[in-house]
């Protein structure tokens, strides 16, 4: 597509429960970033992947969170025995590289309940 | 690790009138990114500048790397450019995006 997609739009689940949130890159871009983004505050850094490598995991919350990468393309973010905590818009971005523009996907409404 | 400061924190403006952003950095950075997220919350590169100036329709941004700050200048403010502005710098050490906690722009009709 011509811009980074995540699925799904909105999430709503109960505490305790696994979720899973997914982001499609724009073609052809090997960097891929995942932030969280709380209400009405600025964006934190999750993980990066380089291809489908995770050099940078520092900014995982916990062990509850985890990523993965495959075919240089999608990406998934776990989020395990999700807390009230958790409550945040997931936001994917990509770009042609490291230090490079990195363009950003609508995010991903996780509401826990 | 690199701080980011902007300011103003918010900012209400009339339709028209000229703003300027500005987002200060404690480090040297290798990347200068300006952002706007829009009402709906979608974030859209504006600038990719670490150095220098760029004009782009009423927006322009000028960052001093020496100095260490960016500014971002909006002119002829209309209701459609509200939002939260962003910087977000990376340093040299790693690829993290640092990013600031925003200016939230009003501009009322």
């Known amino acids: 597509g011509a811009g980074v997609s995540q699925s799904p739009s909105n999430k709503v689940t109960e505490k305790g429960k696994d979720v899973e949130l997914r982001c499609d890159p724009i073609?052809?871009?090997?960097?891929l970033y995942w932030y969280r983004q709380r209400l009405g505050q600025g964006l934190e850094f999750l993980i990066y992947f380089q291809g489908n490598s995770a050099p940078d995991k520092s900014g995982l919350p916990s062990d509850r969170f985890s990523a993965e990468r495959t075919g240089e393309s999608v990406s998934t973010l776990t989020i395990q025995r999700t807390q009230q905590e958790d409550s945040a818009v997931y936001l994917c971005a990509s770009s042609f590289g490291t230090k490079q523009t990195q363009y950003f996907g609508p995010g991903t409404r996780l509401l826990v309940l | 690790g690199i701080q980011v400061e902007q300011s103003p924190p918010d900012l209400i403006l009339q339709e028209g009138a000229n703003s300027t952003l500005r987002c200060n950095f404690s480090?040297?950075?290798?990347?200068l990114q300006w952002f706007h997220q829009n009402p709906w919350g979608q974030l859209i590169n504006l600038f990719y500048i670490p150095s220098g100036t760029k004009q782009n329709g009423r927006l322009s941004a000028t960052t001093v790397a020496t100095e260490r700050y960016s500014l971002l200048y909006i002119s002829s403010s209309q209701t459609t450019d509200s939002g939260v502005y962003f910087c977000?710098?990376?340093?040299?050490?790693?690829?993290?995006?640092?990013w600031g906690a925003g200016t939230k722009l009003i501009i009322k009709p």
């Open positions: 073609s052809g871009h090997t960097a």
């Open positions: 480090d040297s950075v290798n990347n």
């Open positions: 977000a710098v990376e340093s040299d050490s790693n690829y993290q995006l640092i």
